[in-house]
């Protein structure tokens, strides 16, 4: 009113105020902050124990059970690879991973290897109990269309929810035996997880975590980065399959993650929200491996339960089937690229088991490299872990030399469908078109493939069903059918003693990448590593149209020879 006089504001209780509604803006934003931590794992291969690199079951378990508003996933290929879950067909790897306190689980393609009716138990098993494990995916159906296993699990944690959804690399149709497969459907990975991530959201779900075992690297179709790129309302892409770390955001911001393989690494996945539903999310990614974990005490009845395990194990796997003066090279860089020793002996063990004029094995299917010294029979399963028999076919020159030009169209990339081989010495020019890279075939004893002639061929059953994609070979009839590759290579170890190793370091298959000279690099089997390769790698970038031929020998210095 006119002439009325207000008292002067006082600084300091305003200050208080000021401070006081300040903090109480904070308190409901505080409110408001959601935090959630997802420890994951991708590709262990049953790889349970710690050993020098890897991190034990038990440190992860308790880095897990120690963080509040903390969950742990795995992206697939869990049940299958270490001989330790091998012998019991992937049982120990479910109760010790339920033990540890996973909550979900991708089916890898590795999931099917011993077939149905086994992952079929391991899955119920999995499920059983107040605190399930669940084995998920989204694109596994039924001849009928149905659902083969749960699509997804929801879930809170740290005033999340938070909606995984399970995807299986759509190659599992080809890389496992067709019967471990009979009746399934691999449908299109990233349309299922399209409509499984709009259903996600719809029920409400704050983050969409993909589990995808699918890969990015080697893969010949569809790639979790594809599917990161197209499909709309996932935000986190775990990928496994390509056993290879990764650690990035897409231009749309959807994050692709992995921690490798062989539980080299955990990753720990920080997803931070804050404010009200709808708002920003933060994803922070870190791989912990074992030094950095170095503090952390091991979960006590996971470890008590390993420590059962291996001592249950410790006999049957010790027991001594041979020795070699070598290493004995499976890296899958090299396996799966080339020939290497370790390929030569395996497919030699399947000559001399069946007596046929060749043998192919493929990369994939050895698994572990064996160091030079004693091998046992863990060594040996954990190098060769299928249980496919190997059978005998008839094949004509003209049917092999199409098997062998499919299993080295991929070159130069890594395809587990590489062939070791014995009885043959093929050269190979990836400067070709595939379909036509094959230049010469002959025989040990120096005589060319004659393509109108029959020659009995020696494969795993998974090749001879047409494994890895492999023409012919699934439309032929089995002659005979023999114990399995792992058998084979320890009754030729027992039977042939050291004269086993005379002959793996016989140049077999010769790649080329372009017409013109060749150059040959030898080496001493147990360089045969990434320091060798690198070498060639400059010697051939120094050399454009110079073939190369990789030879480990057992003994003598680095040189060239032309």
């Known amino acids: 009113?006119?002439?009325?006089?207000?008292?002067?504001?006082?600084?300091?209780?305003?200050?208080?105020?000021?401070?006081?509604?300040?903090?109480?803006?904070?308190?409901?934003?505080?409110?408001?902050?959601?935090?959630?931590t997802v420890f994951y794992t991708t590709d262990t291969h049953g790889r349970l124990s710690a050993d020098a690199s890897g991190v034990g079951l038990d440190v992860i378990a308790a880095a897990h059970k120690e963080t509040s508003g903390s969950l742990l996933v795995d992206a697939g290929d869990y049940l299958q690879g270490n001989p330790s879950v091998n012998l019991t067909q992937?049982?120990?790897?479910?109760?010790?991973?339920?033990?540890?306190?996973?909550?979900?689980?991708?089916?890898?393609?590795?999931?099917?290897?011993?077939?149905?009716?086994?992952?079929?138990?391991?899955?119920?098993?999995?499920?059983?109990?107040?605190?399930?494990?669940?084995?998920?995916?989204?694109?596994?159906?039924?001849?009928?269309?149905?659902l083969f296993t749960r699509p997804a699990a929801t879930t809170e944690a740290g005033g999340l929810k938070i909606g995984f959804l399970g995807l299986t690399t759509e190659e599992t149709a080809t890389q496992t035996h067709p019967h471990n497969v009979a009746g399934l459907v691999f449908a299109d990975v990233a349309q299922r997880a399209g409509d499984m991530a709009k259903k996600l959201r719809a029920e409400g779900c704050d983050v969409v975590v993909a589990l995808a075992h699918v890969g990015t690297a080697d893969v010949l179709g569809v790639k979790s980065t594809d599917i990161a790129m197209r499909v709309d309302g996932i935000d986190v892409i775990i990928d496994g399959h390509s056993h290879v770390e990764l650690n990035e955001t897409m231009p749309n911001g959807t994050l692709v993650i992995s921690s490798g393989a062989h539980a080299k690494a955990l990753g720990r996945l920080v997803l931070t929200r804050q404010g009200a539903p709808g708002s920003g999310l933060r994803k922070d990614n870190t791989l912990l491996r074992k030094a950095e974990l170095a503090d952390i005490t091991p979960d006590p009845a996971v470890a008590g339960a390993l420590a059962r395990m291996k001592e249950e194990q410790a006999a049957l796997l010790a027991r001594v089937v041979g020795a070699t003066p070598v290493d004995l090279d499976a890296e899958r860089v090299n396996i799966?690229?080339?020939?290497?020793?370790?390929?030569?002996?395996?497919?030699?063990?399947?000559?001399?088991?069946?007596?046929?004029?060749?043998?192919?094995?493929?990369?994939?299917?050895?698994?572990?490299?064996?160091?030079?010294?004693?091998?046992?029979?863990?060594?040996?399963?954990?190098?060769?872990?299928?249980?496919?028999?190997?059978?005998?076919?008839?094949?004509?020159?003209?049917?092999?030399?199409?098997?062998?030009?499919?299993?080295?169209?991929?070159?130069?990339?890594?395809?587990?469908?590489?062939?070791?081989?014995?009885?043959?010495?093929?050269?190979?020019?990836?400067a070709d078109p595939p379909g036509k890279r094959v230049a010469s075939v002959r025989l040990d004893n120096g005589e060319t493939l004659d393509p109108r002639r029959n020659y009995t061929l020696a494969v795993s059953d998974f090749l001879a069903s047409g494994g890895d994609g492999y023409p012919v070979l699934a439309t032929l009839p089995a002659l005979r059918q023999y114990l399995p590759p792992d058998t084979a290579l320890e009754a030729y170890l027992r039977d042939m003693g050291r004269k086993a190793f005379e002959g793996i370091h016989t140049e077999r298959v010769t790649i080329r990448p372009g017409s013109g000279a060749s150059l040959r690099l030898v080496w001493p089997a147990r360089d045969t590593e990434l320091a060798s390769t690198r070498f060639a790698r400059k010697l051939l970038a120094a050399s454009p149209g110079v073939g190369l031929s990789i030879t480990p020998q057992f003994q003598g210095p680095f040189r060239t020879a032309a």
């Open 336 to 430: 799966r690229t080339r020939e290497t020793n370790f390929g030569n002996l395996c497919t030699d063990a399947l000559r001399h088991m069946t007596g046929a004029d060749v043998a192919i094995i493929n990369g994939g299917g050895i698994r572990r490299s064996i160091a030079k010294g004693e091998i046992t029979k863990g060594d040996v399963i954990a190098a060769i872990p299928f249980a496919d028999a190997v059978v005998t076919k008839n094949v004509t020159g003209a049917q092999l030399l199409v098997i062998l030009e499919h299993g080295f169209r991929g070159l130069p990339a890594e395809n587990g469908g590489f062939p070791q081989l014995s009885g043959l010495r093929v050269t190979v020019n990836t």
């Open 90 to 146: 992937g049982k120990d790897a479910v109760r010790l991973m339920k033990m540890a306190g996973y909550y979900a689980a991708a089916l890898g393609n590795h999931e099917f290897d011993f077939g149905l009716e086994a992952l079929r138990e391991r899955m119920a098993e999995a499920a059983a109990g107040p605190d399930p494990l669940y084995i998920i995916s989204a694109n596994v159906l039924n001849a009928d269309g149905s």
């Open 1 to 36: 009113m006119p002439g009325q006089s207000f008292p002067r504001a006082n600084p300091a209780r305003f200050a208080v105020l000021f401070l006081a509604l300040a903090a109480l803006l904070l308190s409901g934003c505080a409110k408001n902050a959601s935090r959630a």
